[in-house]
């Protein structure tokens, strides 16, 4: 009888939580005697896997194993939850709660049935003007959104406060809801990208209700081993090679599918079926022309989108005034172009610049009668000079015989912004600098001296001087190009306002490093222009489409209607949830935060963790082990924690380089695991290899191959040392090599050919449905994408729009020159600056010490999010004050101690006090936080000009939200 594919096995051991009595089933319908394989049923034979299907349930159907790309291949085109919570998933140690995850039937009534099943509607979205391709969710959606996460999110607090493996908690999920939630409330997005946002936050509270049912079933059933689900809950299931598993689920009442290796013996092939497609049992729906404008046509041409129907790159409505220009007397046009960059990167002659200010002087005393004395009069701005050319290479530039050879000198303004300036004062309107960063800026030491000795090659870590050779890159607009005076700030504030919500969506969803000064000055001047062969193509691309939406009105009612007062109710109820949260939050979480997954390699068996480990090494390895080398599968480690399945190729190109490994022994799945001895894996076990040792599920990731991104192979759950060099010498270097076998990929994975297979498939299918589903079909080579716009067509300017919808709010252009709105953009602006300088410096800081990775990555966005708070993304929501900003120092606690542990991995922190040591030994008193804290902002400062050239931008005291409601 065929058994199932080897799985690592996973034990539940957790008995730390407290759960509702009368959730506990208590009958028992089915019979114990019902365990693997013989109380199989129903058997399928799946063509694309090769692989046999088998049920507990006498069904006349089996749902077919979805492919490695799924949802990736097919992605969700619905208005409504993702594709993955109506349909049985892979089996996902580190995400076990997935298969408790409802099935819930779709509906279109947004007040009555759940929220995770509401179907997302045309209505649910309004544009911004009638002929705009951007618009808001509405305001009835995002209050149950929020109603519905904060009511499961307060249930699994005290879970995850009492919990032991961390690694398996979503606190991902919890993160990301709570910035979708903030973005959502803060920016406007198409309607595509808007269906899903809101499809993201169904999913992640999906997700959240049924790792509250997972932990129920964990206390109260997992532990009885007599204990039989006296029915098949309503779960979406999950496919499984583990047969211990899938005996467990199948007791506790969770559809579970096994995956074979061959059919048994007592089962006639007469008996076996065709399992039912995935394509057929997920329901979809194409979204047409309303969805157009997404910017990354990388993503594009994955989903295959359909045509949509965009704005023309050049608008037929007049061009605008032209913005406020300085004098251009006796400078011909013709040389004007030419001399643009140079003029302003010279100061003028010293007898020029004591006409103009004699002639400037002269204009005031004329005007002095016409101008406003109001507070808001931004005319004592000065006038900033931003030298935008390239650095030179040239030996002229070194200024010094003594400078490295690796040196880039800095050509720019280092604080365009006079933050350092002692007499420089903002307009009283504008956002202020909190008392406790005054004196920050000041303290840097720009000095040529410290960057000679930061570059050279013989200091640890030196500083990368290659950005040094570009022209600076600002991820947002600077202010020195905004605050000049009243007249062009009403200017370029339109024009910011009508980019707003594209450009902070593009750099929270892409990996973008910003922009020029000079074309964030011809975007606010209104003088920056699409290249016009890359805007007849997106046009051409984005022609209308013919189809329209089904909203499914004759099967299923419209959305339902709710009075004003159940609507302010609601809305109530919403604020309380959310004021009951934060005190929860504030009350259960210590200072630094939700612990996040370690870094090690290895990790030590938690107490009371039921594990198979042998103590001895004679009871586990196969006999003539040594001699199975052709048959044995070379994980090698391609880059830290990322471990490849090794082929020819890349055995040779391996095997002829300089690295040096590690060599360890996997017998439960019959691998030879290769690690970097840089890594220095010994280290994180004491070297013991006489014991089994047990890997870090959360830290490691398995490839099939070096372009295999996503990670499909299954891991190993533990290894020993090699007892003696197999495939390695006694250095370390790699010598042989036996032909890797297809095994490792086992279930969770298929070949090249079968993903072509896989679209092929897809792409019929979807001709058959006729139901206007997108298609996986090539187009022709796409021009470069465009700096600014990528794919996506050229929005209007500021002065062709006559209203501007910001933060769900509609606002009339002479609204945007009140102080209170002009306040909070501008505080918005800076806030959200210093957020996206913080996220790009970390990563650059750990790429230029070579420990950058994606999980790395996943840990340090949770330690940056926690810096302001925790609820807000990169863009703030405005509805509560920043933690790092706060006035009260005793809020500002948690928010020292992450941007304290954030900066202890960069380089020269040795200056900054050990916050852990106080805490932890001899106790913190304000004082010392408060100096701590000053030393952290100073550390941060510095090193933001060491790596990029140019002061950091500094959070700003957060002035009034004209934007909130007051019941709200």
């Excluded at 047409?288 to 050049?314: F, T």
């Excluded at 490792?744 to 792409?763: C, F, K, Y």
């Amino acid at each position: 009888m065929a058994s199932l594919a080897t799985q690592p096995e996973y034990h539940s051991h957790r008995r730390d939580l407290d759960g509702p009595k009368e959730l506990v089933p208590s009958s028992r319908a089915r019979t114990t005697t019902e365990v693997w394989p013989s109380s199989l049923r129903t058997f399928a034979f799946g063509e694309r896997e090769g692989q046999y299907l088998a049920s507990f349930a006498a069904s006349a159907s089996i749902p077919q194993l979805p492919p490695d790309e799924f949802p990736r291949v097919r992605v969700d085109h619905r208005f409504g939850p993702h594709d993955i919570m109506l349909y049985p998933q892979r089996w996902n140690h580190l995400a076990p709660h997935l298969a408790w995850i409802e099935r819930r039937e779709l509906h279109r009534e947004l007040h009555r049935g759940h929220i995770v099943a509401y179907v997302f509607q045309t209505h649910d979205w309004d544009p911004v003007s009638p002929d705009s391709i951007y618009g808001r969710v509405s305001s009835d959606l995002l209050a149950r959104l929020k109603e519905a996460f904060y009511e499961i999110h307060l249930l699994v607090l005290p879970l995850l406060a009492r919990a032991r493996t961390y690694h398996i908690l979503p606190t991902r999920t919890i993160s990301e809801c709570m910035r979708l939630l903030s973005d959502l409330e803060t920016l406007n997005s198409t309607f595509w990208e808007t269906a899903r946002l809101v499809t993201r936050v169904q999913r992640g509270i999906a997700e959240l209700l049924a790792f509250r049912l997972f932990r129920l079933d964990v206390k109260h059933h997992v532990g009885d081993e007599h204990f039989v689900s006296d029915r098949i809950f309503d779960y979406v299931g999950v496919f499984t090679t583990d047969e211990v598993m899938a005996n467990m689920l199948h007791r506790l009442g969770v559809p579970v599918f096994g995956v074979l290796r061959g059919l048994p013996k007592s089962i006639s092939l007469s008996s076996v079926i065709h399992p039912v497609s995935w394509k057929a049992v997920v329901e979809s729906q194409a979204i047409d022309s309303l969805g157009g404008g997404e910017w990354n046509q990388a993503e594009q041409n994955i989903m295959g989108g359909p045509m949509r129907s965009v704005p023309s790159a050049r608008s037929s409505q007049p061009r605008a005034l032209s913005p406020p220009k300085r004098s251009e007397r006796g400078r011909s046009p013709a040389r004007d172009s030419s001399r643009q960059i140079s003029a302003r990167s010279r100061s003028p002659p010293r007898a020029s610049r004591a006409q103009s200010r004699s002639r400037a002087q002269s204009r005031s005393r004329a005007s002095g009668s016409h101008r406003d004395s109001s507070p808001e009069r931004m005319s004592n701005y000065p006038r900033y000079l931003l030298h935008e050319k390239p650095r030179l290479s040239d030996e002229r530039r070194r200024q010094h015989p003594d400078a490295p050879v690796r040196w880039r000198p800095r050509t720019w303004s280092t604080d365009p912004g006079h933050q350092a300036s002692m007499d420089f004062k903002l307009p009283d309107w504008a956002p202020q600098l909190p008392p406790w960063l005054a004196e920050i800026a000041k303290s840097v030491d720009r000095s040529v001296t410290r960057e000679w000795r930061l570059s050279a090659i013989d200091t640890a870590h030196a500083v990368p001087q290659d950005i040094f050779t570009k022209p600076l890159e600002y991820m947002l607009p600077p202010l020195h190009l905004i605050l000049k005076h009243e007249k062009r700030f009403l200017y370029v504030i339109r024009a910011w306002a009508s980019l707003r919500d594209f450009w902070l969506r593009r750099i929270m969803d892409v990996d973008t490093c910003g922009l020029p000064a000079s074309t964030w000055r011809k975007i606010l001047d209104d003088k920056y222009h699409m290249d016009k062969d890359l805007a007849l193509w997106i046009e051409s691309r984005n022609a209308p489409a013919h189809g329209t939406v089904e909203n499914g009105d004759r099967d299923i009612a419209m959305a339902d209607h709710i009075t004003s007062l159940q609507r302010d109710t609601l809305h109530e109820r919403v604020s309380s949830l959310s004021s009951r949260l934060r005190a929860e939050i504030a009350q259960q979480q210590p200072p630094g935060g939700v612990a996040t997954a370690s870094v090690r390699y290895t990790r030590t068996p938690i107490a009371g963790e039921d594990l198979p480990a042998a103590s001895a090494r004679g009871a586990v390895e196969p006999d003539n082990w040594g001699h199975h080398i052709p048959l044995l599968d070379v994980f090698y480690e391609f880059r830290p924690r990322c471990l490849v399945l090794m082929d020819e190729k890349s055995f040779s190109d391996v095997s002829a380089g300089p690295t040096r490994w590690h060599e360890y022994w996997d017998y439960e799945h019959s691998r030879i695991l290769l690690f970097d001895r840089v890594s220095r894996v010994p280290d994180d076990h004491n070297g013991s290899g006489e014991s089994e040792i047990l890997l870090h599920d959360a830290t490691l990731s398995w490839h099939q191959s070096r372009d295999d991104v996503c990670g499909v192979c299954i891991p190993s759950r533990a290894m020993w040392r090699a007892s003696s060099n197999l495939i390695t010498d006694d250095t370390g270097k790699l010598l042989l090599f036996g032909r890797s076998t297809s095994r490792a990929q086992g279930t969770d994975s298929i070949g090249p050919s079968d993903r072509e297979r896989l679209v092929s498939e897809t792409e019929a299918g979807e001709a058959e449905g006729g139901q206007g589903a997108p298609s996986l079909r090539s187009h022709r080579p796409a021009p470069p994408p465009d700096p600014v716009y990528g794919y996506a067509p050229k929005l209007p300017n500021g002065f062709e729009l006559s209203q501007f919808v910001i933060r769900h709010h509609v606002l009339a252009p002479s609204d945007l020159a009140r102080a209170d709105v002009r306040a909070f953009l501008i505080w918005e602006l800076e806030e959200a600056g210093f957020r996206f300088q913080l996220r790009r410096m970390d990563a650059h800081v750990l790429k230029s010490m070579g420990i950058w990775t994606a999980e790395i990555q996943v840990e340090r966005d949770a330690i940056i999010q926690q810096c302001w708070g925790g609820s807000d993304g990169f863009v703030p929501s405005g509805m509560g004050i920043p933690a790092q900003t706060d006035p009260d120092p005793r809020e500002r606690v948690a928010s020292i101690y992450n941007f304290w542990k954030l900066v202890r991995a960069w380089p020269r922190v040795r200056d900054v006090s050990n916050l852990r040591q106080y805490t932890q030994y001899e106790g913190l008193s304000m004082e010392q936080l408060l100096e701590i804290e000053h030393e952290v902002w100073k550390f941060y400062a510095q090193t933001f000009y060491d790596y990029f050239g140019i002061l950091p931008t500094l959070p700003k005291l957060m002035p009034r939200n004209p934007f909130v409601d007051v019941k709200t």
